[in-house]
Nanobody
Framework: VQLQASGGGLAQAGGSLNLSCAAS?????????IGWYRQAPGKQRELVAD??????NYGDSVKGRFTIVRDNARNTVYLQMNSLKPEDTAVYYC?????????????WGQGTLVTVSS
């Protein structure tokens, strides 16, 4: 499974950015969950948002500001980030949990930098 991330970049506080992540090498039905984590300098990696087969989950710090949408036809997930804050600055990583012959396997995409200026 490969995850191709795109989007991110620089935004001002209060602005918006979009991220997308396309999964390849596996059928959408095999993807149990797909979403985004982020890691800021000196901090642990944390969940931003993910979309599972039963719904969506958001980190507390982004609830009400970020929206994740999963497009199964394209095996892609989109993250709309609104009302950005400087504390949203981090490297964002796409992640997918997919079924394999040996059971569920977690995959990671390359990180994409999001910088929010005050």
């Amino acid at each position: 499974v490969q995850l191709q991330a795109s989007g991110g970049g620089l935004a001002q506080a209060g602005g918006s950015l979009n991220l997308s992540c396309a999964a390849s090498g596996t059928a959408p039905s095999s993807v149990l969950a797909i979403g985004w984590y982020r890691q800021a300098p000196g901090k642990q990696r944390e969940l931003v948002a993910d979309a599972t087969n039963s719904g969506t989950n958001y980190g507390d710090s982004v609830k009400g500001r970020f929206t994740i949408v999963r497009d199964n036809a394209r095996n892609t997930v989109y993250l709309q980030m609104n009302s950005l804050k400087p504390e949203d600055t981090a490297v964002y990583y796409c992640s997918a949990l997919a079924q394999s012959e040996d059971g569920p396997v977690n995959y990671w995409g390359q990180g994409t930098l999001v910088t929010v200026s005050s």
